[in-house]
């Protein structure tokens, strides 16, 4: 690895999730010496891929990496395959949509229908959910053994109170997930807010994302006839994609 290039990512992975952090805190994170990583956020700043704050010492994420993740998302074959059925979804069921793709140990909402009535609300697309602590998350690692594995190689976070972060309680879960075609979450990731999702897999019958339903935990839990319209969801988009099969199989983890 390209020692340059992996310290520029740490800086950004550091900055991540609205943070502003000066080049001390920066520095002793990385342990590394303040000169240094002022070099590396200068020529990050350069390219736009951090910014300053105004009237402070402190740097935050630049709006290049808006622009990239822009580029990045529009390249998401199923992402742009989804996009109808998850309107069609949110509509039908009245409820807010994520769809989101395997991203480390995390799931990227990849694409957010935002409930379709007149409330405040946030738009999520890009923003990375514990894969452990979401429903998309669940759906991917009873599907994924690859994935799963590298989740639950280092210990998982816990958000909320109800947060599961035992392996083994988690493990226990999976097969019922997979032979399902569903995983639920209760307040696990946001307090108050609950989720029900279903794979999506392409034409090689992989899983490569999930879709989800989300709501209040109050208003929970899904319905049957949500839940069918969830699982006809995910069906459809996937047949989109060209899957052979649905629910998808369960892929190994590589050798």
Known sequence: MIQAIDRAAKVLEL?????????????????L??????GIVKSLREHGLVAKERGGQRYMLGPTL???SN?????LDVRARAMRWTQDLSRRTGLSVRLGAPHFTDVLVIHHNLRPDDSQQ???TGVAI????????????????GFQQSVFAEPLRSLTGDTVTDVARLTLDLPAIAERGAATEVDEAVLGESSVAAPVADARGDIV????LVMPTSDGPASDAALNALRETARNISRELGTPTWPPRIAPADD
Do not use: C, F, W
């Open 209 to 212: 994302a999930a879709v989800a």
């Open 66 to 68: 808006l622009r990239l």
């Open 33 to 38: 010496p303040p000169s240094t990583v002022h």
């Open 130 to 145: 514990p894969a452990h602590a979401s429903a998309m998350g669940k759906v991917l690692l009873a599907y994924d053994q």
């Open 122 to 124: 946030m738009l999520e």
């Open 15 to 31: 900055l991540q999730g609205a943070r502003h952090l000066g080049i001390t805190d920066l520095a002793l994170s990385l342990n």
């Open 71 to 75: 580029v990045y998302l529009d390249t």
